[in-house]
């Protein structure tokens, strides 16, 4: 326990008024967690396994009367969810390769090959920050169309490389390796390219991984860009198809999918939630 | 490379001897050669920056003086698109609902994420666990958080009303309702991203040196003045920075209008991204689409000039 001294004293939790207080607030407060954010999730889980009539039924049972597994093998089927889940893998595995690839590239260049104009390309990086993202779909959706890309994952791929939140957090932690264990290197021999791969690559691994987990969270979320630029049924990731089936499918075989479609992501989530909840913690600044 | 042939790089380095320098064409040669290959390594993220970035913002401005139709050539058309989009009725209904949202959203949504991470800082026991499960709404995909609250607005079965009942109040239309949808989906938007206000709040309050509380203890100073004259001004920026970015974020909402409502009952939750897409996959009228685009566009960035200003001044001082 880190001993650092907040709002209220450490003398007043010791006292036994404090330490009463403490734990009424502490028992409230896992009260209102559970309540407010895991029984959703439960009142999700356990209602795609409610028969479709006492899903429907007032007042709801807590607890299924009897627990079907039909409304996760019907989604499973009738929804098509491997399709799309792989179209989700795909794209977000693309995208999350090609940011890696080329942010890293340019981020690269940016912080240590001293480009001419490097300093007017920065600037005009750094200036899309303040362009939100959302008000250029129109037009972007008109350029990719202009590519042919429509109904392909390079629309999902190619636009996630302009991410200058991305690439800036990739050319500030290059900045801080010292030129020095480059200019050592270069004398041994070793290229550009070796340098980034054997050098820079080894020592970024933190800012990579927060890379990492914020390329591929940001394709597995979004919901209007893929809206847009997948019309083919078939091609659609799973947030698109979801809303498009869930008119005409019936209750518990559509909270079944959206469980499916939650896992992946929540699972990554509880596996690195250490690495994840640091790097939040840890000044970012993404909304 | 491994770890030890980076050591012997690093003391490769310290030993280095002093080159003389190139002849002046050797020189210029050579800089070109490194120009070339900066240029090879930046090559993929410019292209990338300048199709989905760059042009797009000016095609944006170009179009919105337009009459766009793909595939057919482009008309200019002076400033009908802005005159048209104006007329239009749902156009004051989007801005004024946008407006609306992104007010409760500052209420709602940022003073009980605020208030949380006040006692959680407080906590002493089971920090992680804490953590772990506010975020988790945030990792839930939007889509699926925006599916399931429509299911828990269902105005005869759906949970909200269950809760009402339960403890003897009149039940609501939520998302049906035209005074209650707006608000309703407020709710929805902050339950799924309050996670991240949470988190990013706590790192700031842990960073407020204890001394300051332990001074105003013993100057008399209760709770609240402790909160109002520590805690507050020792967090200032943080909570410029997180306001800011929460306008810009709910300025561009979306996806709950979408799912939930679908822009109704009556208009009462279109927002201007929704009608900048229905003008444009809808009506067909990329003109009008991107002039609303544009309107969107020059108000976030002023917003968006502000938080860069603000996270720039606090850089330096750092």
Same mark, same amino acid.
């Given at each position: 326990?880190?001993s650092?001294?907040t709002?209220?004293s450490?003398a007043?939790?010791?006292?036994?008024?404090?330490?009463?207080a403490? *734990?009424?607030?502490?028992t409230?407060?896992v009260?209102?967690f559970?309540l407010?954010?895991?029984?959703?999730? +439960?009142?999700?889980?356990?209602?795609a396994?409610?028969?479709?009539?006492?899903v429907?039924?007032?007042?709801?049972?807590?607890?299924p009367k009897?627990?079907?597994?039909?409304? +996760?093998?019907?989604a499973?089927?009738?929804?098509?969810?491997p399709?799309?889940?792989?179209?989700?893998?795909?794209q977000a595995?693309?995208a999350?390769?090609?940011?890696?690839?080329?942010?890293?590239?340019?981020?690269?260049?940016?912080?240590?090959?001293?480009?001419?104009?490097g300093?007017?390309?920065? $600037?005009?990086i750094?200036?899309?920050?303040?362009v939100?993202?959302?008000?250029?779909?129109?037009?972007? +959706?008109?350029?990719v169309a =202009?590519?042919?890309?429509l109904? =392909?994952?390079?629309?999902? *791929?190619?636009?996630?490389?302009?991410?200058?939140?991305n690439? +800036?957090?990739?050319?500030r932690?290059f900045d801080q @390796?010292?030129? =020095?264990v480059?200019?050592?290197?270069?004398i041994? $021999?070793a $290229?550009?390219?070796?340098?980034?791969w054997s @050098?820079?690559?080894?020592?970024?691994r933190?800012?990579?991984?927060?890379?990492? @987990?914020f390329?591929?969270?940001?394709?597995?979320q979004?919901?209007?860009?893929?809206?847009?630029?997948?019309?083919?049924t $078939?091609?659609?990731p799973i947030?698109?198809?979801?809303?498009?089936l869930?008119?005409?499918?019936?209750?518990?075989?559509?909270i079944?999918?959206?469980? @499916?479609?939650?896992?992946?992501m929540?699972?990554?989530?509880?596996?690195?939630?250490?690495h994840?909840?640091?790097?939040?913690?840890?000044g970012?600044t993404r909304? | 490379?491994? #770890?030890?042939?980076?050591r012997?790089?690093?003391? /490769?380095?310290a030993?280095?001897?002093?080159?003389?320098?190139?002849?002046?064409?050797e020189?210029?040669r050579r #800089?070109?050669a490194?120009?070339? #290959?900066a240029?090879a390594?930046?090559?993929?993220?410019?292209?990338?920056?300048?199709?989905?970035?760059?042009?797009?913002a000016? #095609?944006?401005?170009?179009?919105?003086?337009? /009459? %766009?139709t793909?595939?057919?050539?482009a008309?200019?058309?002076?400033?009908?698109?802005f005159t048209?989009v104006?007329d239009?009725?749902?156009?004051?209904?989007?801005?004024?609902n946008?407006?609306?949202?992104?007010?409760?959203?500052?209420?709602?949504?940022?003073?009980?994420p605020?208030?949380?991470?006040?006692?959680?800082n407080e906590?002493?026991?089971?920090?992680a666990?804490?953590r772990?499960v506010?975020y &988790?709404?945030?990792?839930?995909?939007p889509?699926?958080?925006?599916?399931?609250?429509k299911?828990? %607005?269902?105005?005869?079965?759906?949970?909200?009303?269950?809760? &009402?009942r339960?403890?003897?109040?009149p039940?609501?239309?939520?998302?049906?309702?035209?005074d209650t949808?707006?608000?309703?989906?407020v709710?929805?938007?902050?339950?799924a991203?309050?996670?991240?206000?949470v988190?990013? %709040?706590?790192a700031?309050?842990q960073?407020?040196?204890g001394?300051?509380?332990?001074?105003?203890?013993l100057?008399?100073a209760?709770?609240l003045?402790?909160i109002?004259?520590?805690?507050i001004?020792q967090?200032?920026?943080?909570?410029?920075?997180l306001?800011?970015?929460?306008?810009?974020?709910?300025?561009?909402?979306?996806t709950e209008?979408?799912?939930i409502?679908?822009?109704?009952p009556?208009?009462?939750?279109?927002t201007?991204? %929704?009608?900048?897409? /229905?003008y444009?996959?809808?009506?067909?009228?990329?003109?009008?689409?991107?002039?609303?685009?544009?309107?969107?566009?020059?108000?976030?960035?002023?917003f968006?000039?502000?938080?860069l200003? &603000?996270?720039?001044?606090e850089?330096e001082?750092?």
């Amino acid at each position: 326990m880190s001993s650092t001294r907040t709002l209220v004293s450490p003398a007043a939790l010791a006292r036994p008024r404090g330490k009463a207080a403490y *734990w009424t607030v502490f028992t409230s407060v896992v009260l209102l967690f559970a309540l407010a954010f895991l029984f959703p999730v +439960y009142w999700m889980v356990t209602g795609a396994m409610k028969s479709p009539d006492e899903v429907a039924q007032t007042p709801p049972t807590l607890v299924p009367k009897e627990w079907h597994l039909s409304g +996760y093998t019907d989604a499973w089927e009738l929804m098509q969810l491997p399709t799309h889940l792989w179209n989700t893998v795909v794209q977000a595995a693309g995208a999350w390769l090609f940011q890696l690839v080329l942010c890293t590239a340019a981020a690269y260049a940016l912080s240590k090959l001293r480009p001419v104009f490097g300093k007017v390309i920065l $600037g005009g990086i750094l200036a899309t920050l303040m362009v939100p993202a959302q008000a250029l779909v129109v037009p972007k +959706y008109l350029t990719v169309a =202009d590519l042919g890309l429509l109904n =392909d994952p390079l629309a999902i *791929w190619l636009p996630a490389v302009a991410n200058a939140f991305n690439l +800036y957090l990739l050319k500030r932690f290059f900045d801080q @390796i010292p030129r =020095d264990v480059l200019e050592a290197a270069e004398i041994d $021999g070793a $290229g550009k390219l070796r340098i980034l791969w054997s @050098i820079v690559l080894p020592m970024s691994r933190p800012v990579l991984g927060v890379v990492s @987990i914020f390329a591929l969270v940001a394709v597995w979320q979004d919901f209007l860009w893929p809206l847009m630029v997948f019309s083919d049924t $078939g091609k659609q990731p799973i947030s698109v198809a979801l809303v498009q089936l869930s008119q005409n499918i019936q209750l518990t075989v559509l909270i079944a999918a959206m469980v @499916i479609a939650s896992i992946p992501m929540v699972a990554m989530f509880l596996i690195f939630q250490r690495h994840i909840i640091a790097g939040i913690s840890a000044g970012s600044t993404r909304g | 490379m491994t #770890r030890t042939a980076q050591r012997r790089t690093v003391e /490769k380095a310290a030993v280095r001897p002093v080159q003389a320098p190139p002849p002046a064409g050797e020189r210029g040669r050579r #800089r070109l050669a490194d120009q070339t #290959r900066a240029y090879a390594f930046l090559l993929g993220g410019l292209v990338c920056f300048a199709l989905f970035s760059w042009y797009p913002a000016i #095609r944006a401005v170009v179009i919105a003086f337009q /009459k %766009y139709t793909p595939g057919a050539p482009a008309e200019w058309v002076g400033t009908d698109n802005f005159t048209r989009v104006f007329d239009d009725p749902e156009f004051t209904a989007a801005w004024r609902n946008t407006f609306t949202f992104t007010l409760l959203a500052l209420l709602i949504g940022f003073a009980i994420p605020f208030v949380l991470a006040l006692v959680l800082n407080e906590i002493r026991h089971a920090r992680a666990f804490f953590r772990v499960v506010v975020y &988790l709404p945030v990792m839930i995909p939007p889509v699926v958080s925006a599916l399931l609250w429509k299911w828990f %607005y269902d105005p005869g079965t759906g949970l909200a009303n269950e809760v &009402l009942r339960l403890v003897d109040l009149p039940t609501s239309n939520w998302s049906n309702g035209a005074d209650t949808a707006l608000v309703s989906l407020v709710i929805v938007a902050t339950w799924a991203n309050m996670g991240g206000t949470v988190l990013i %709040y706590l790192a700031a309050l842990q960073s407020v040196p204890g001394e300051l509380y332990e001074a105003a203890e013993l100057d008399g100073a209760n709770l609240l003045q402790r909160i109002r004259h520590v805690t507050i001004p020792q967090t200032r920026f943080v909570i410029l920075m997180l306001m800011l970015l929460q306008i810009i974020a709910t300025m561009q909402v979306f996806t709950e209008p979408f799912v939930i409502t679908g822009g109704g009952p009556e208009n009462a939750t279109v927002t201007v991204l %929704y009608l900048i897409y /229905k003008y444009a996959f809808l009506y067909n009228d990329f003109g009008g689409a991107c002039a609303l685009s544009v309107m969107l566009l020059v108000f976030l960035g002023i917003f968006s000039a502000l938080y860069l200003r &603000l996270t720039r001044s606090e850089g330096e001082d750092t």
